[in-house]
């Protein structure tokens, strides 16, 4: 770590305040006052107040710009020049997968109503999905049997669990 004492005299922090408002970059200043780092740079510009250079149109007029790219058309291939190394892509039509819609009168009619519990008769071997409202008083789990070491019947685990692969499929479609 060098030490900052030695690093910003009073004639460093003048050349650098004259570097920044000539509008030289914190990488340019940093090559020229040597001994210091970028960051460096930018930090004392900040603790010197320096951040907001003049908008000089002559200054500006000094500086090399880069020229700005146009965006690169697609090239096509001609059949007859294609090898097999080097080949266009083929666009493939977007597959959209939708999650099945499960409506909840569907599942709640697939469950008997005898085996749907409260609460406090839910026992470990019953299913905790849960049915309905939990602010109403009709509120209750499925009560089928749970699947050993699974909290949920075997219709309701093939919900609540679905296979990485298609999680992550479904991921990527919604993403476009």
Same mark, same amino acid.
């Given at each position: 770590?060098?030490?900052?004492?030695?690093?910003?005299?009073?004639? %460093?922090?003048?050349?650098?305040?004259?570097?920044?408002?000539?509008?030289?970059?914190?990488?340019?200043?940093?090559?020229?006052?040597?001994?210091?780092?970028?960051?460096?740079?930018?930090?004392?510009?900040?603790?010197?107040?320096?951040?907001?250079?003049?908008?000089?149109?002559?200054?500006?007029?000094?500086?090399?710009?880069?020229?700005?790219?146009?965006?690169?058309?697609?090239?096509? +291939?001609?059949?007859?020049?294609?090898?097999?190394?080097?080949?266009?892509?083929?666009?493939?039509?977007?597959?959209?997968?939708?999650?099945?819609?499960?409506?909840? *009168?569907?599942?709640? +009619?697939?469950?008997?109503?005898?085996?749907?519990?409260? +609460?406090? *008769?839910?026992?470990?071997?019953? =299913?905790?999905?849960?049915?309905?409202?939990?602010?109403?008083?009709?509120?209750?789990? =499925?009560?089928?049997?749970?699947?050993?070491?699974?909290?949920? =019947?075997?219709?309701?685990? %093939? +919900?609540?669990?679905?296979?990485?692969?298609? %999680?992550?499929?479904?991921?990527?479609?919604?993403?476009?």
């Amino acid at each position: 770590m060098t030490d900052v004492s030695l690093t910003w005299t009073d004639e %460093r922090v003048e050349l650098l305040r004259k570097l920044w408002t000539d509008g030289l970059s914190a990488s340019q200043i940093a090559t020229e006052l040597g001994n210091v780092t970028r960051n460096a740079v930018i930090g004392k510009v900040h603790r010197l107040g320096l951040s907001g250079r003049e908008k000089d149109k002559a200054a500006a007029a000094q500086r090399p710009r880069k020229a700005a790219r146009a965006p690169s058309a697609p090239v096509a +291939i001609p059949p007859q020049n294609r090898s097999n190394v080097v080949l266009a892509p083929v666009p493939r039509p977007a597959v959209v997968h939708e999650a099945p819609v499960l409506p909840v *009168e569907d599942d709640e +009619i697939g469950v008997p109503v005898s085996e749907r519990v409260t +609460i406090m *008769e839910l026992r470990e071997s019953m =299913c905790r999905w849960p049915m309905g409202d939990p602010t109403k008083a009709e509120f209750r789990f =499925c009560g089928a049997r749970s699947i050993g070491g699974l909290p949920y =019947c075997d219709h309701h685990a %093939r +919900i609540a669990y679905q296979p990485v692969a298609d %999680r992550k499929r479904e991921r990527k479609f919604a993403r476009g």
